[in-house]
């Protein structure tokens, strides 16, 4: 049997789907392909099963099947959370807490500009003059807040 002639068996159309999906997922961790995977795997299944289905009825049980799979995922993962060495690695602003920043537009009426890193960022607080050292402390709407050093 050659390749046509397997692709030409939907059961064994979609379950090749399936491993090429697991291996995507092997070579491009954390897309949750396996989930999608999960979904054409179960459609070959059923596929192979009962072979009287028609193309549009097994989209529709590729959706539902995959749907599902991704619910029970989330759910699973939900339940275990994964131990992280860094947890504020994609959360920039937390890593910010506690640093302390010079004032590079004084803080005036509760709001100025700090220097952080190599950028400026918008900063609310009490008023202080530009040179002056003061803490981050949290953010919103897209500034920092901050309090005297």
Do not use: C
């Not at 092997?26 to 596929?47: D, E, K, S």
């Not at 609310?124 to 981050?136: E, F």
């Amino acid at each position: 049997m050659n390749f046509d002639q397997l692709l030409a068996v939907p059961g064994l159309a979609w379950l090749i789907l399936a491993a090429l999906l697991a291996i995507a997922e092997l070579l491009v961790p954390g897309v949750f392909l396996v989930f999608i995977a999960a979904g054409a795997a179960v459609t070959g299944i059923v596929t192979l099963l009962v072979p009287a289905f028609d193309l549009v009825f097994e989209v529709f049980l590729f959706a539902g099947a995959s749907a599902a799979a991704v619910a029970v995922g989330r759910r699973w993962y939900r339940a275990n959370p994964v131990p992280s060495e860094d947890p504020l690695l994609n959360d920039r602003v937390a890593r910010l807490i506690g640093q302390v920043v010079t004032v590079v537009e004084p803080i005036v009426a509760g709001q100025g500009r700090v220097k952080v890193g190599d950028g400026e960022w918008l900063a609310n607080g009490p008023d202080a003059p530009a040179g002056a050292h003061v803490r981050i402390t949290g953010a919103r709407s897209g500034s920092l807040d901050v309090e005297p050093a």
